[in-house]
């Protein structure tokens, strides 16, 4: 229990890097913003500089410019989850054979499909607004690959789906996926325009470094508890405080760190690798794509062009880590795997080895809502993304900000109609059944 006294909430754990994002690893060192040092007083302050909380305070500033807000940061940002992640920000279900949506109602689907753009919407504002070029933001769109006939048949089923809700897509047998990735493993794809492509530790660099005063951004600043003082919160830091009406809550699995949606949250890793530059001329096709997999749980690629040449991203491997934290040995093992699905894939680049290798955190709900709303007077949650952390999140962050205002708008009502998340079974019932069900969920996709 994180929870110290009456109205008194202590960090048990703060968040870890899970191995070097090669997001990261690729960018210029950043020069972070400064420590938080002394005493600040804010409008608002928000714990955790991700997605969901970099979006809740550009949508504060963008309601009521006059807002203080500070932002907390435990790390430098980019280097957390946020910059670990694959950089689909999307406007379609990600898992396009998940047995939720291929029997949702059209009113589901629509209410799933404007959470997605309200995300890419304050994107796409931020994007124009600051002149980012494709290589941090780009509305490219994104293909959904099979490399079996389970897959196909995936494929084909969505692509019905998004033809009755007037959704544009364009479906590819083997020839065309092939000219598009260079692979001859791929048997189909199915192109879905509205995606946007980031990368995501350059992305989230970018946002932070668009916001203006009032809003005020302090890295390798960990909120380690927070407190009621008066009818506002004082949050405390290593080397500072400060002294709040409002708190959002953005650094997802961890509200459960402070005490919050405990016994609610599951906590999981997916693990990435990406390789080191190749001769753009070993591989054919466009030298820039991005595909997740036609099954569940299969294999997510991309493929990035740079001035000095090219580089191939595999995500792919799950699993369940109650503690939040992962080892060096477990990113190993999930890199042994990518390896494999790497060399299948494009066995024409033989010889090419993974630059870096890591794990992002996740945190999911076992009724796949969000860890969302007022969990304490003042105290608002943006957490729980259950996975598509640059889409999800965004969106989460966009409602906080919204409830935290009291603004009203149709994203902020469907986020009042979820339900609350469910609990877990007791322990080690849930250990048991994430790690079963994940290895279930794997096999399950396959080639994939």
Known sequence: MTQAGKNVFVASRLPKRAGVSGWVATLAPRTPQPVLNGQVVADVAIIGGGFAGLSAARRIFWLDPSVWVAIL????????????????IIDLPHEVASDDFSGESEARFRQSVLIQRSAIALASEMAAENGWGKEVFDPCGRYSVAISAEGDRHLEDYAQQLTKMGEAHRLLNGREIAAVTGSPVYTSGLFMPGTIIVQPAAYIRAVADCLKEPVALYERTPALSFERLG??????????????????MANNGHAESFGFFRGRLLHVFTYASLTEEFDPSRLDGERKWAATPALPMGTTVRRIGTAGGDRILVRSRYSYNPGIEISDAAIRRAGRLHDGKFSKRFPMLSGVGMQY??????????NHVPAFGEIEPGVFAACG??????????ASGIAAAELALGHSSELGRIYARLAAPTALPPQPFTTIGAKMHLAYREWSAGPE
């Open 385 to 394: 993304c259950n996975g598509l952390g640059a889409s999800n999140a965004t």
């Open 357 to 366: 290798r890591w794990a992002g955190a996740m945190a999911l709900t076992r």
């Open 231 to 248: 009818t506002g919160w004082l949050v405390k830091t290593p080397q500072g405080s400060v002294q709040a009406a409002k708190i959002i």
């Open 73 to 88: 940061e435990a790390g430098v940002v980019g280097e957390g989850p946020a910059g670990a992640n694959s950089g689909f």
